[in-house]
Nanobody, 115 residues
Framework: QVQLVESGGGLVQAGGSLRLSCVVS??????MGWYRQAPGKQRELVAI???????NYADSAKGRFTISRDNAKNTVYLQMNSLKPEDTAVYYC???????????WGQGTQVTVSS
């Protein structure tokens, strides 16, 4: 009964900002984060964070995106600033109990950045 529900996607102009949210229910996960997939490309990691607060970012996200989580609410966020057209993709919330554990995915939320 694990469920991940994303929100916050939309259409923005280059240089704008969006904040994505993902509420996870049904289990507790050490690792939570965000992936994205553009048409014709493989799904790629954007940012992840452990329950202890350790985070990793894709090079393309460093300095522009910030991941955070509220463990009490089992919610993970992605603040995206200085958005670029190349950030356009479907963004998927991801959760797993550990690096070798099963992946759980949200249905995705579309982020479109216009020039």
């Amino acid at each position: 009964q694990v469920q991940l529900v994303e929100s916050g996607g939309g259409l923005v102009q280059a240089g704008g900002s969006l904040r994505l949210s993902c509420v996870v229910s049904g289990s507790i996960f050490n690792l939570m984060g965000w992936y994205r997939q553009a048409p014709g490309k493989q799904r790629e990691l954007v940012a992840i964070m452990s329950s202890g607060g350790t985070s990793n970012y894709a090079d393309s996200a460093k300095g522009r995106f910030t991941i955070s989580r509220d463990n009490a609410k089992n919610t993970v966020y992605l603040q995206m600033n200085s958005l670029k057209p190349e950030d356009t993709a479907v963004y998927y919330c991801n959760a797993r109990p550990h690096w070798g554990g099963n992946n759980y995915w949200g249905q995705g939320t579309q982020v479109t950045v216009s020039s």
